[in-house]
């Protein structure tokens, strides 16, 4: 009687688990269904940008990149898309909307193609123009038809705490090649961006990894060990923040550099840690037998995303030796290391393939797996050849150093990629989460209308009239919105938030919009006024999006 009390159990834990996958794939549906009704303005807006030939280059490269993701989300609504973590909803309604919007969806796309080729003709962004809300109108539908769903949950992926934590290893060196970078006067304002950004995300995970993060997906850990030596993590990067400075104006870069390499010694003790004891992590589940088994089939899994995770940093790590190399900073040694980390990647990609024991690492037989394998291979191999160029001493006009500069991003994004789809295919545990539907589907809404407040402000200036009701109407229903996100709205069924993260966001997303609404209010802005809104509305949709994501994976709203 108690083995059947045990196995129904465990068969009603599993079910909910199943439950739990699929309304987290509703959600996602929703987010991205959702977001491409703002892509759908942000597209215009960029064509008219071009238009206006306003920083026409960048809005060139931001539309081509916005009409990408557009038409791969609208695919992977359609018939799934891994790589987005879209699950095809196979609801008769939804498809046939979806359906509809591909219609109209592919002479739009075909006038965005005439634009980025610069063989556009006037007739092609007043295609747009006319074109854009009705584009807008059916994409609305389906995200309506997607919320009549209503269901309510999410997943959390164990691999995901292992995943970040090897990625710090990685970001001490992105870090530390960025400030070589900015020595060697490489493009230096995108390294100090980048730099930044790093710095940024290090902090910010560092302190999930202990605490947890919601946004990040971070559990946090209360095991003692590992709490331990995050603490000497945190004291290291403690210590470190006045050198970076320093470096960042040009002072102390060696020393920075050296404590980062000590803060990646400390980092990798705590991920080895993690893959250590991860599998004493029953997390409240006394299922012994069935629970060891179900581990054990992940140890592999969890081996690989340490190890992929690790081949991230070494992308880094070796742009940086190279750097130091270039530099003439302790040469011979960087050499050394150089050698040992490029063979290192090498021989590890070499394993998830064909399996190494050293590494304990076994092959994979999983083809998507395979056959990013191969992309990661593909940038690999030019870029270990320039490596070898700097080895042997035989880059005198810095070609190999400028290759690597320029192409480490890419090798870095590829394993990155790689890190994902091991980490996607983790089943170890899951939480469930209240994913509220609804605020998902105002809060995505709020993305595109900040695209549309743009879109419709320069059409307005540009002569076209009859867009000043239009704008006004926007500009009412996004403050609408947004005072119902932050205070509750009964009518609207919007709940007030009482997630501590999520208000603060929204208090961060009221205070640029404070700044933005009257200037999208001024009938007749100044050049100076139309460059803040400009420069200031992808800060306001790269700040409501965050509020998008934490609204879609948090425990309580």
């Known amino acids: 009687m108690r083995q059947i009390s045990i196995l129904l159990g465990f068969l009603l834990l599993f079910s909910n688990f199943l439950f739990a996958v699929s309304d987290k794939e509703l959600a ?45 989300t609208l695919k992977g609504l359609r018939e799934g898309d891994k790589s987005l973590n879209l699950v095809p909803v196979k609801e008769e309604s939804i498809q046939k909307q979806l359906e509809v919007v591909d219609k109209l969806w592919q002479p739009f796309y075909k006038e965005i193609k005439s634009i980025l080729s610069g063989d556009a003709k006037e007739s092609s962004y007043e295609f747009l123009e006319k074109n854009n809300m009705n584009l807008l109108k059916e994409m609305n539908k389906a995200v309506g038809l997607y919320t009549l769903q209503n269901k309510q949950s ?54 999930g990894l202990k605490n947890g993060d919601k946004k990040l997906n971070l559990v946090g850990t209360k095991l003692p060990k590992i709490v331990a030596q995050l603490d000497v993590v945190s004291k290291e990067w403690k210590e470190a923040q006045p050198l970076l400075d320093n470096a960042l104006k040009g002072k102390d870069e060696e020393k920075a550099i050296t404590k980062l390499d000590n803060i990646l010694v400390e980092m990798n003790k705590a991920v080895t840690l993690y893959t250590q004891s991860v599998n004493r992590q029953k997390q409240r589940l006394q299922f012994a037998s069935i629970l060891n088994s179900f581990m054990n089939k992940n140890k592999v899994l969890k081996k690989r995303v340490n190890l992929s995770g690790k081949q991230r940093m070494l992308v880094q790590r070796m742009t940086k030796l190279s750097l130091l190399i270039s530099s003439n900073i302790n040469p011979k040694s960087n050499k050394e290391k150089l050698v040992k980390f490029s063979k290192l990647y090498d021989k590890t990609l070499n394993g998830f393939k064909n399996g190494d ?47 690597l500069v320029s192409n480490n991003e890419k090798l870095l994004k590829a394993s990155n990629d790689l890190v994902k789809l091991y980490e996607k295919s983790n089943k170890s545990d899951n939480y469930l ?22 879109k419709e402000k320069l059409l307005f200036i ?83 999006n965050k509020m998008v994501e934490m609204a879609e994976v948090a425990r309580e709203y």
């Open 28 to 72: 996602v549906s929703i987010n991205l269904a959702g977001k491409q009704r703002m892509l759908i303005q942000k597209m215009t807006k960029e064509a008219l940008l071009i238009h206006a030939n306003l920083d026409k280059k960048d809005n060139i490269n931001n539309l081509k990149n916005s009409s990408q993701l557009f038409d791969k």
């Open 357 to 403: 024991k050293d590494l304990d690492c076994t092959p994979t037989k999983d083809k998507e797996v395979l056959k990013q394998i191969e992309l990661v291979e593909k940038q690999w191999k030019p870029f270990y050849e320039n490596i070898k160029v700097i080895i042997d001493g035989k880059d005198k006009d810095k070609k190999a150093l400028s290759y």
């Open 433 to 454: 989460e209240k994913a509220k539907v609804h605020i998902v589907n105002v809060a995505g809404r709020q993305r595109m209308l900040s695209q549309k407040m743009t």
């Open 154 to 207: 999410s997943k959390l992926k164990l691999a995901n705490d292992i995943n970040l934590a090897g990625k710090q290893r990685m970001l001490t060196q992105r870090m530390a090649k960025d400030l070589l970078a900015i020595t060697n006067n490489l493009d230096k304002e995108a390294h100090i961006k980048d730099f930044k950004k790093a710095r940024e995300l290090f902090s910010e995970t560092l302190k």
């Open 462 to 544: 540009q002569g076209k009239k009859e867009y000043k009701d239009k704008l006004k109407n926007t500009i009412k229903l996004f403050d609408d919105s947004l005072n119902a996100l932050i205070n509750g709205d009964e009518k609207q069924h919007i709940i007030k938030p009482t997630n501590k993260k999520i208000k603060a966001q929204l208090d961060k997303v009221a205070k640029i919009w404070a700044k933005l609404k009257p200037l999208y209010e001024k009938e007749e802005p100044t050049p100076q006024e139309l460059a803040i809104i400009i420069k200031e509305n992808p800060i306001l949709l790269s700040e409501m």
